[in-house]
Each structure stands twice: as structure tokens, then as C-alpha cells.
């Protein structure tokens, strides 16, 4: 079965199977406006669903697509990256590492090269920008990093190759469900504190405004007869936005898999929200 070829912060891969569970029968689209590593996506696939694919982060979704359009072109490309970084020392690797993340290819294939061999060797596998949009996350320590799954590339190829791929905004993605489809929103989460806030994922800010309309979105989704289910933390704000609405709203354990402190990766609560019962109502 497919699945994420990058690595992904706050990726869905243990709670994937209960969100797939929820998609309904008879041909439904499905629609990810926040794509992210993709977990739940690759997950679907053994659905055989339609889906549109949409992210925000425009290189991110440009990956996506040279994976599935160009995959033994971009194999070709992390061949050489792969063995040139691997026959280093740390200091070699560490040097080869800041090279290339201060290198932005010009042609989209080079730049999705770069994605996913920055992804497989930087701190923790994140995904992090500054103000100016240039990847920032500072060299990782592995020991042998898989920079190159030829096989899992070919797969994740095979489950895409059906799919819409778009870079745009959670709203003008979810414009384009209909009733009947399947909607699964999995924004940067409202921090639980001051030092959880981890959302440059692209240079825009995804604040309370953003968290309120993506309420309001969620809420055009069921007026329209859209299924949708979202995922976000146990932040009361985040209770407040969507309690009283009719919506179900369950507490789920989630193990982090992406943490600079061993002991952040234990299980955390998060909150699964559906309108399930007001649109089959």
C-alpha cells in the first residue's frame, strides 16, 4: 500500500483508518485542503476514491506532482544526492546539507528533488520557513537517512495518478465539494501554549482568524450537504468554536512522532470534529 514519502509534523498515519471509516459510500470525492505528508490520502487508496489534493504550501503540492508525473525522472535525480551525501563524514554531510538548502533549483523537478532530500536529512524531519519563505530547519543527525525509496516513490506515483493536485486556500478548496463528497481538514493546530505555536508551514500566518474561518468554512460545509471532519488540539478555543453547533466532537489520543524532546512524543489528546448527524439529518 502507498504511503507519505516525506516525513510530516502532526501527520495523521495512526488515526488515518478511523477517518477513512467515516467517508461515505457510492462514489464520493474526496478532498484534503490541507495535504500536508498526505497520510490519510495514501491510507484511502486501497478505496480507489477520486480525490483533489490541495495545499497552501505551492512547492509541497509541486512535489506531489512530479512524483506522480515525472517519478523515475526525480528517482534519477535523488540517486546521485542520495550516495554523494551518504559517503560523507558528519562534517561532509553537514556541508553538502547547508549547500543545498541555501540552493533553490529553477526547474520543478530539481526543486522537488531538494524537498525530499531536505526533508529526509534536516532536524526531525520538519518543515519550516521564515519570513522570507526559505526553508530553515537546521541539519539533521542521522545515520543513515533513506533519502532514496525508489519502490515507495513508484507507489505513492501509483495512488496519485488519478488525483487533482491544486495550491490554493483551505476556502477555495472546500468551494469545490459538493453534497455527497468527503471533506478531511487537518489545519496547523491552535497551540495548546505560548511555545507549542508551530505553523510555518508557509510564510502566512494561520492565527485565531484563520481558526474562526475555517470554522465558518466547516459550517458551509454543512449547510451545502458536505461530510467533513476536522482535526485540531484540546485548546478551549477550539471547543468554544465549534461547540453548539450540532457537531460531534470526540477526544482521541494521538502519539507525536515529530519532537525535539523525546518525552513531548507521548500521547496527547486532540480533538475529531464531524457534522455527520447534521447532514444525514
Sequence with gaps: MAAPFLKWAGGKK?????????????????HEPFLGGG??????????????LCDSNAELIECFGMVRDRTEDLIARLEPMAREYLAEDADG?????????????????????????????CYNGLYRVNAK??????????????ILDASGLRTAAGALAATELVSEDFEAACAHAK?????????PYFPLTATARFTDYTTGEFGSAQHTRLRDVFE????????AMLSNSTAPYVEDLYSGHGYGIARVTMSRAINSVG??????AELLIDNFERVSG
Design 220 to 227: 458551509d460545509l454543512t449547510g451545502r450537504g458536505v461530510a
Design 14 to 30: 495512526r488515526l488515518a483508518s478511523r477517518i477513512i471509516a467515516s467517508i461515505p459510500a457510492g462514489g464520493a470525492t474526496y
Design 263 to 268: 518525552a513531548g512524543r507521548a500521547p496527547v
Design 93 to 121: 554531510r553537514k556541508r553538502l546539507y547547508l549547500e543545498r538548502r541555501a540552493a533553490i533549483p529553477g526547474d520543478p523537478l530539481g526543486r522537488s528533488a531538494r524537498l525530499i532530500f531536505l526533508n529526509r536529512t
Design 39 to 52: 497520510a490519510v490520502f495514501f491510507a484511502a487508496q486501497a478505496s480507489a476514491l477520486r480525490a483533489r
Design 179 to 187: 453534497a455527497g463528497d468527503f471533506v478531511y481538514l487537518d489545519p
Design 133 to 146: 519563505g526559505l526553508f530553515n530547519v537546521p541539519h539533521g543527525r542521522y545515520l543513515n537517512p533513506r
